[in-house]
């Protein structure tokens, strides 16, 4: 019996691909999200803390659509992430930003499109951007958010009752 597609599998396969295609940026931090990259301020996320360069990675929310399934087991699954991408500069702020494009611009390119390999998944699934953001601008780093959801099938077994 399946559980539909594991939310952990994908953001492992995301970070994997990121490891092994975003190349040049000297020391990156490639990782999940975690509490520990950022503070917590009266209930929500505050300041980031974890040290540029890095990629941090979070899982944001899904949306599960049935279609003409009528016996609703098997979905179409969108799974949105967001990935942060944040550089720092002693030199310049100017030369600060400019990394942080960067390392965003290089992520997009690796994520745009990709089709994931994911074990509890009935077919790969696929990569698509949304947006950017800009998340944090300080004396600790500068900080992009690129928005993007990976879609595909998701099957579910059911409980006969």
């Known amino acids: 019996m399946s559980a539909g597609v594991n939310i ?17 940026v000297a020391g990156l931090k490639v990782q999940t999200l975690t509490s520990e990259d950022f503070s917590i301020e009266e209930n929500t996320l505050g300041k980031i803390l974890a040290k540029p360069p890095a990629v941090l990675l ?4 899904a949306s599960l659509d049935p279609g003409s399934d009528h016996t ?5 699954a969108r799974f949105n ?3 942060f991408c944040g550089a ?5 702020t100017d030369e600060e930003r400019a990394g942080a494009l960067r390392l965003l611009a290089k ?5 745009a499109g990709a089709r994931l390999n994911v074990p509890s998944a009935v077919n790969r699934l696929q990569c698509v951007l949304e947006r950017v953001q800009l998340v944090e601008l300080g004396p600790d780093g500068t900080w992009y958010g690129l928005n993007f959801f990976v ?7 059911g409980v006969a009752v």
């Open 81 to 83: 992430f967001l990935a």
């Open 58 to 61: 979070a899982f944001r929310d």
């Open 8 to 24: 952990e599998e994908v953001l492992d396969a995301v970070e994997d691909l990121i490891k092994r295609h975003v190349t040049g």
């Open 88 to 92: 720092q500069s002693l030199r310049t």
């Open 107 to 111: 992520v997009a390119n690796v994520l």
């Open 72 to 76: 609703a087991t098997e979905y179409r």
């Open 151 to 157: 879609h595909g099938p998701s099957q579910f077994g």
